[in-house]
């Protein structure tokens, strides 16, 4: 009696696949606190020191390689060049023209205050 | 007896073939020669009866489907056309049998139009093979052994061309109309499929040159060109095109080395190719395992936070970027780009470069030199007037092809004049020519003409035709350009007028760059004419604004703040009647062109914005196909905008720094015998240490790095304080 059930599955909880969610690069995802540009504020000017005249390749490799390993953190899938096209991209918006601004306006102010 | 579906209807097949083989066929009496039928004149009316009330009444192919299988021009056309013996002159019968068979080969040879919403079922069956079909029909005219083929059509033209043109009936200039259509279809006759076995060598645009050189079609077109608006009228159009299929996208500058410079120049060429292609392999061993393929190396790239990327392969152990390399290479996702609908990025004719034989080539370039001394100014004067008048004659395409072929020969011109300057030992003695040869098309009516193709295109977004008509300034820039340094005192006059007359007007300047903005995704050719023209108008425009400290261009003025101004200024007096008003706008309208004092640096202001560098920057894109002076003009305007107008902050971004290091650093970047090498390695040092400085200074660029700037922080980020508000009383 049972195994007629069984090949039934009336009983059996019905399970129901999700599709997978692809991960895309959006500005929730470009503003996020530890991934994000925020990061990038946070670390990149303690993080690199640069040597200046006389080491241009040295310094620009450094410079992209920082960029490269934080756009990677950023977005598994894609490739630097593409990621940097996406956020640029995405820089157009009504939303990250603000958040741009006041970064900088924050660094203005701050910068103002060191000079008083 | 066969299943297979007939693709054309049995009785039409049975009608053309019983046709065919009534024109006559090879005799059995007098050696194997062709004999023709008793009625063969008949026949041929029948068979162009055929062509014309059934294929092209009924848009189909059919009949022109069965001709080509029952043999009809190489069995009985060429034949009936080589029989006319050249000490044969007045015979009328002979003369009447070629004309017939001139107006069979005309529609059989015409050429297919790109399949469109008229086209049927039909045509998808039977163009494959016609088309087949014509590279043969070419193929037997060019090579026929009595090598009478050609200069036969043209006699049959020449009783017609000898009456005066007043004179003429309309089947007079019907006849010569034909023999030049026979010509623009025979030129334009491309192999449609070349394979290793069938190279299409014996069409090819060399073959064509040489056989219509000795049959002497290049002297009709002579007479034709040089004769235009005296002896000929309407036939400007089908001269223009023949000439346009026989020179197009020739390159001109190695039609004009002699056979020693070239076998020189190969040598060398010969030489740079070999050693590039070994720096290629030693770039490509430097990075390749020196172990096994199976020898399994794993090394991951540490983070600051600890975290890690894994790499595999011996090559990731060569140094960090190395190892960021193959991490991104490893990576399959790509980017969807959007799909082309419109079809802007294919390839067009201009886009084809191509190099023709040295027999070919020196007859060419005789045909080319003497064009330019007889054909030049009456065919393109005749041209642009009825341009001008929008003639029914002329084609959208016809139109395109004027440009294309006035920038080939103004650019041959060129070259002609250089290498005679450099045959020439001693330049004092050497009598110059004057640039009159080619004033047809340096007039202000053409450049008015010019213009307002320019603009028409450009606001239709026509990029095609858009490119010849910026191919052809570029070379009218040149031109000028050469003319203000020639010896002659008139030529400098001549020169200088036209520059004023190019630089007046502020609506030409500013098309300029609204063209050099409007690239998103054009093929690479129209990016080079787009660069090249701006490179070349901008070098010219502040050369000759800093030779003259007046200058000045009729600009539209600003309506609206016109309006403005009258509103305060009658605020007092009110209830003006309304009629006065309406007198006083249409003034006002008048009033909006006026002249003001030209202002170099405030135009090349327009030239600072991003979209103008990333045209720059999406043409150094393709650094590994650019030559030195291609180079050249791409970091000679980063450096206008980088270094002279140190608008610093256009040029902070990280995909430039990528692509820029890339150029020079990469695994396939430019080798290090690239003679522009050197110029990019100074910029990108310069480039470097400024951006340096820069994140030093300002750490929120480390962010704004990944934009494109918004105007409103961008004199902030570039100075380090807010633009002053203007005050204005």
Known sequence: KDGAKDNLGLDEEVKIKRKRVNVKLDETRLLREDIGIPKLRREAPKRLRFKGKGHEYRDAAKLLSYYQLWADDLYKKARFRDTLQIIEKLGHSRRMKMERESWVMDNKKKAGSNTQ | LSKIPETVDPMIRAHILSLCSALGGTSTVEDGGYSLGDDALACLKDLKKWLKLYDQKMNRFDVARCMAEANLVKGDLLEILSAWEEDEIEDRIKQRLALGCIELLVPLTWPFERYNEQTTVNHHRHIPVLQFAQAGYKKAILQHPSKRILSNVVRVALPSVAVPPNERTERDEGIIKLVLYFFRNLVMIEHPMITETDTGEEISRSATIEALEEQNVLHFLLVVSSGMGIEFNTQDVVAMEVIYHLVKSVDIEKMFLTDEQESQKQGQDLTTLLKLEDEMKRASIRGASTRHNRFGTTVWIERDDKTRSFVSGQGALLGKSTGLVKMDASKKWRKPGGADTKGVSRKTEHDMSLTI??????????????????????????????????????????????????????????????????????????????????????????????????????????????????????QILLTVQDMAVSPLEDDQEIAENIQNRLFYEEVTLD??????????????????????????????????????????????????????????????????????????????????????????????????????????????????????????????????????????????????????????????????????????????????????????????????????KVNSTMHYLQFGYDKQAQVSK
């Open chain 2, 357 to 474: 034989e040295r027999c070919a080539k020196a007859k060419l370039r005789e045909f080319v030199g003497e064009f330019l001394d007889a054909g030049f100014n009456p065919l393109f004067g005749h041209l642009r007037r009825a341009i001008d008048r929008d003639a029914q004659r002329l084609l959208e395409s016809n139109q395109q092809q004027y440009f294309y072929l006035i920038a080939w020969f103004l650019k041959a011109e060129r070259m002609r004049r250089k290498t005679l300057a450099a045959g020439s030992k001693d330049p004092a003695t050497s009598d110059f020519e004057s640039f009159g040869l080619v004033a047809s098309v340096l007039n202000q009516e053409s450049l008015i003409t010019l213009n307002r193709r320019m603009t028409d295109w450009f606001d239709t977004r026509q990029w095609t035709p858009l490119q010849s008509a910026m191919r052809c300034f570029t």
């Open chain 2, 511 to 708: 098309l300029v760059v609204m063209i050099l903005r409007a690239y998103t995704k054009q093929p690479f050719g129209w990016l080079d004419d787009c660069t090249e023209m701006v490179h070349v108008h901008l070098k010219m425009l502040e050369r000759f604004s800093k030779q003259h400290e007046h200058m000045f261009v009729r600009s539209r003025k600003r309506a609206r703040a016109q309006r403005k101004k009258n509103a305060t200024v009658e605020d007092g007096a009110e209830g003006v009647p309304e009629e006065e008003e309406g007198e006083e706008i249409a003034e006002l309208s008048k009033a909006t062109m006026r002249e003001r004092a030209f202002n170099y640096s405030r135009f090349e202001q327009k030239f600072l914005t991003q979209s103008c560098v990333d045209t720059f920057l999406a043409f150094i894109g393709n650094y590994k196909e650019l030559n030195y002076s291609q180079m050249k003009r791409a970091i000679i305007f980063f450096h206008r905008v980088f270094v002279k107008r140190e608008q610093e902050v256009l040029m902070f971004r990280i995909d430039i720094v990528e692509l820029f290091n890339r150029i020079l650093q990469g695994p396939d970047g430019l080798p290090n015998s690239h003679p522009a090498r050197k110029e990019m390695d100074q910029f990108f040092k310069h480039y470097m240490r400024k951006l340096v400085k820069m994140l030093e200074k300002r750490p929120e660029l480390y962010v704004e790095l990944l934009f494109t």
